[in-house]
């Protein structure tokens, strides 16, 4: 399993640019930074190419996908694109019923909490992301130097959607099936990783330069559940992946407990929360990973004396570890001014690496 002789990583495009150094755990010519959720609704330019069109629709016409993930890139000058789509496009592609509800989030036409409903789940099939390589081929072809970032829900996250059928707060659900129904869990876990390991393999094939793992509700866990009940199904999504050569990075969001099994799945990078400063967060890990983080996007509205010292202060934690890739410890929230995202790349960039 490897790229292609003619993939940015291996033509000579994107190995040697600053995301992939850091990556690595080189020393990168700039300081990298891009922001999670980066490509989407704080752009004004985003909310008119997205009028009229459905979320889970704009992630599946290629064009559009693509315009969307470029955006930022021309506006900010971050060091890398983040592919514009959504985790449960592999649900959506492979035939299951669901849809992105404005101000609700992903909501199924129909739980899976049963047996029988994990056995009549279809299978995701490798001609329906035949729109997911197309785009990102559109995408990196525009990208020039500037790497691509794959990305996939990990299968605790999907299958705490699939279990509720809609968002949850506490996430009772999938706690509580992963213990009443192992048997159960095991399966549709296993289904999700496998559904999410083909959308993240055919965004890596198709030009993405490094892929993400996104478990935005692992903070749920303790760190006993975490390492026995989700964590397996982490690392068969990553091993559809693993013999790339593309970096890998894992995040989630309240998981200052588990960073060493979100590690310990087989990554080559963490992404940190806005919980926990990056040098504990390295200490943590043993100074083992680079790290990715993790400014706090509630001080993207303070005033800009007080952001500035913020994003000093992440850059002096970060700068202990084995790499460090500048980002927020959550997504940019929709609210937010571009021109302070601007405004904080060029602060991070005019900072020695």
């Known amino acids: 399993m490897t790229l292609s002789a003619s993939h940015p990583l291996m033509d000579g495009r994107t190995a040697d640019s600053p995301l992939i150094a850091a990556y690595r755990g080189k020393t990168p010519s700039r300081r990298p930074v891009w922001f999670m959720r980066q490509a989407g609704r704080s752009l004004p330019e985003y909310r008119r190419v997205r009028e009229g ?13 693509s315009e969307i993930t470029l955006q930022p890139v021309r506006r900010h000058d971050v060091d890398a694109g983040i592919f514009f789509s959504d985790i449960v496009i592999p649900l959506k592609l492979a035939g299951v019923d669901v849809d992105i509800v404005p101000g609700v989030g992903p909501v199924l036409g129909a739980p899976v909490r049963t047996a029988a409903d ?32 794959g ?7 999907l299958a705490a959607y699939m ?8 996430h009772l659900g999938p706690r509580t099936m992963m213990h009443a129904d192992p048997e159960t869990w095991q399966a549709l876990t296993n289904w999700a990783a496998d559904a999410s390991g083909k959308f993240l393999r055919a965004q890596l094939e198709a030009g993405a330069s490094a892929g993400q793992l996104f478990d935005s509700w692992a903070g749920s866990l303790g760190l ?8 397996p199904a982490s690392a068969r999504a990553l091993d559809h992946v693993r013999g790339l050569g593309a970096p890998l ?25 806005y919980r926990l400063p990056l040098d504990e967060a390295n200490r943590r890990l043993g100074g083992t990973v680079p790290l990715q983080g993790n400014i706090d996007p509630a001080l993207l509205e303070a005033p800009w004396p007080v952001l500035e010292a913020h994003v000093r202060q992440v850059l002096e934690a970060g700068s202990g570890a084995p790499g460090h890739v500048v980002n927020l410890g959550h997504g940019v929230p929709p609210e937010t001014n571009p021109e302070v995202l601007t405004r904080v790349v060029e602060l991070i960039h005019s900072v020695e690496p």
């Open 163 to 170: 279990v509720e059928g809609k968002p949850s707060r506490d």
């Open 118 to 149: 994990v056995a009549a789940l279809p299978e995701l099939t490798d001609e329906a992301l035949e729109p997911i390589r197309e785009a990102v081929a559109l995408t990196v072809a525009e990208l020039g130097s500037t790497p691509l970032i």
């Open 249 to 273: 990075i894992h995040f989630g969001t309240g998981t200052s407990e588990l960073l060493v099994a979100m590690r310990d799945v087989g990554v080559d990078v963490v992404g940190v929360d």
């Open 224 to 231: 006993a559940d975490y390492q026995a009940k989700v964590a």
């Open 53 to 65: 069109v459905g979320m889970l629709e704009s992630c599946l016409l290629p064009e559009l996908a």
């Open 151 to 157: 990305f996939a829900g990990a299968p605790f996250t």
